[in-house]
């Protein structure tokens, strides 16, 4: 058997080639050199954006729809941002598991992954029209990765997003400010109180005003339930002690 898989995987690299999505040297599609040109991001409050422990807001940070903490793995560059653009205007399933991978490999080594006890994922919703457009949604896949492999309840129909607004990162401040609760209805039956907290995946984060008005939004029934995020990238920030 392990004979037979062995010449399958053989056969297989030797018609489907894999090359890296990045540098393009065969072999895998994020080859070791470019997986370093990831830079990881260091726990930090996600609002004032200087270091905190563990990856908790600040209490003096905090107001009623903030989260309660963001696990932030890497840097979005030019790099990073080229990987995702790939990933998101054009599916391509191995690269994404080659991406949700590392992203697991670095997230279960980290001091977060305590917090993901006990938790519900729920993915950032697309809207219908942009699900439709894309045939996919990003966020709802690395959900979906987590959760089978580490054992997690998921949930992808508790919140659904009624406003089509524009991609995200082409958006500028204002714009992103319009993102309210109003663009979230909390729609589905289960009920939060069985789980410890709730953990909002997104690929990328700007100011964080989605995660915060999907947060608003649970909040609304659960005012007191921990609301924390989990994400792949964010714009490079300026590191201070606290
Ligand atoms: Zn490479
Ligand atoms: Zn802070």
């Not at 422990?53 to 940070?61: A, L, Q, T, V």
């Not at 598991?97 to 080594?109: D, N, Q, S």
């Not at 054992?151 to 508790?158: A, E, K, R, Y």
Request: proline content about 2%.
């Amino acid at each position: 058997m392990l004979q037979y898989v062995g010449m399958s995987n053989f056969l297989s690299d030797f018609f489907f080639p894999r090359y890296c999505n990045i540098c393009g040297k065969k072999g895998d599609y994020l080859c070791n050199l470019c997986k370093k040109l990831f830079k990881r991001n260091l726990p930090e409050c996600y609002t004032c954006r200087r270091l905190s422990s563990d990856f908790n807001s600040h209490s003096s940070c905090k107001s009623k729809k903030s989260l309660d903490r963001i696990f932030v793995c890497w840097e979005y560059n030019r790099n990073t941002s080229n990987i995702l653009k790939k990933l998101k205007y054009k599916y391509v399933t191995d690269t994404s598991e080659t991406l949700f991978t590392f992203f697991l490999e670095l997230l279960t080594i980290s001091c977060f992954k305590k917090h993901l006890k006990g938790t519900l994922l729920i993915p950032v919703p697309l809207s219908n029209n942009r699900f439709r457009e894309r045939g996919f949604n990003q966020s709802e896949l690395l959900a979906r990765y987590i959760s089978k492999n580490l054992n997690i309840d998921i949930d992808n129909d508790l919140i659904f997003r009624s406003i089509d607004s524009k991609h995200q990162a082409s958006k500028n401040k204002d714009e992103r400010k319009y993102i309210n609760s109003d663009s979230f209805k909390l729609i589905g039956k289960r009920n939060l109180n069985h789980y410890k907290s709730i953990t909002i995946v997104d690929d990328v984060i700007t100011t964080g005003s989605t995660l915060e008005a999907i947060a608003s939004c649970i909040r609304g029934r659960y005012p007191d339930i921990t609301i924390q995020g989990l994400c792949m990238f964010r714009g490079r920030a300026k590191y201070s002690f606290s």
